[in-house]
């Protein structure tokens, strides 16, 4: 079965800093997904980024950037200049889209992000 | 464009009832997926509808059920309702199912 961890239960950043919050997976499947998604207070979850496991490059949006090592199963997320806005609890994913293949898309358990100003 | 849209935003009921969660897509997305979401065991993976079709269904008791509509609205049913079904229930929607999902505010079920 597919498993995410997420090591860091809490972290904390100054404003205008760089973090990287940690996930590593383990899958035996060769094609999938992986997404970072932040959920904050207001509980709306939203998706930061998505890594397509087949592509080598790593993705980006804007201040957003992952370190996908595809070998050592880890898909960490750097965050730079970070923002009082960033704030929020932070979810690492895996997702393949498999049809009737059950439990496809597994959550990490979070890191809770504070941002100092 | 509208976003995901679930009703109602909080329920409250009491153990042994039934309960039905509805989910309005964004407008031309065709797949529809429910979490259950808990302190205790974060984030899960309840099932995805396609067109109408389950295409995926997560571990949980088949108290848990749910259906798509031919206009790609969803619901889901939890029959029996014990404590432990108190929970944020979130429904995401996508155009296509490997596409990325959108979220919807959540249902926060109270079980008394």
């Known amino acids: 079965a597919q498993t995410v961890t997420q090591s860091q239960p809490e972290m904390s950043v100054q404003e205008a800093e760089t973090v990287t919050l940690s996930c590593t997976y383990d899958?035996?499947?060769?094609?999938?997904?992986l997404f970072w998604y932040k959920q904050p207070p207001s509980r709306q979850m939203i998706l930061v980024i998505r890594q397509e496991a087949y592509k080598q490059q790593n993705a980006t949006e804007n201040r957003f950037s992952v370190n996908f090592q595809k070998a050592a199963k880890s898909f960490s997320l750097k965050i730079s200049d970070s923002q009082l806005g960033d704030a929020a609890m932070y979810f690492c994913a895996y997702r393949n889209y498999l049809e009737n293949y059950g439990q496809n898309f597994v959550f990490g358990p979070g890191t809770r992000l504070s941002v100092l100003p | 464009k509208a976003g995901v849209t679930q009703t109602p935003r909080y329920l409250i009921k009491t153990r042994g009832q039934q309960v039905t969660l509805s989910c309005s897509p964004i407008s031309g997305h065709r797949s529809v997926s429910w979490y259950q979401q808990t302190p205790g065991q974060g984030l899960q993976f309840l099932f995805e509808?396609?067109?109408?079709?389950?295409?995926n269904k997560g571990n949980f008791p088949g108290r848990f059920s749910g259906r798509q509509f031919s206009n790609s609205r969803s619901e889901m049913n939890v029959s029996t309702l014990e404590l432990g079904d108190s929970a944020l229930y979130l429904c995401?929607?996508?155009?296509?199912?490997?596409?990325?999902?959108?979220f919807g505010d959540g249902t926060r079920l109270s079980i008394l």
């Open positions: 995401a929607s996508s155009l296509e199912f490997e596409q990325p999902q959108h």
């Open positions: 899958t035996s499947e060769s094609d999938y997904y």
């Open positions: 509808y396609f067109s109408e079709t389950q295409r």
